[in-house]
């Protein structure tokens, strides 16, 4: 949601029903694990359409992607 509306972590809260913190604690874990590329916009625009095609597969139940990932050991 950060990367399409750059809102607050209270907005964000708010639209998620969870605590300011529980969203900022989130994007800390994220900018350990992507760093700068977050500031990249390119990468954003790329990650962004990765995430949201990958939204009908896990919610038909298909985590595939996720197991590949998983099985490489990363």
Known sequence: MWLETRDS??????????????????????????????HDPEYVIQLTLVLKASIALWIAGDQSDFERYSERGE
């Open 9 to 38: 972590a209270p907005a964000i809260a708010a639209r998620l029903g969870v605590h300011p913190q529980t969203v900022r604690y989130r994007w800390r874990r994220i900018n350990q694990l992507f760093g700068e590329a977050l």
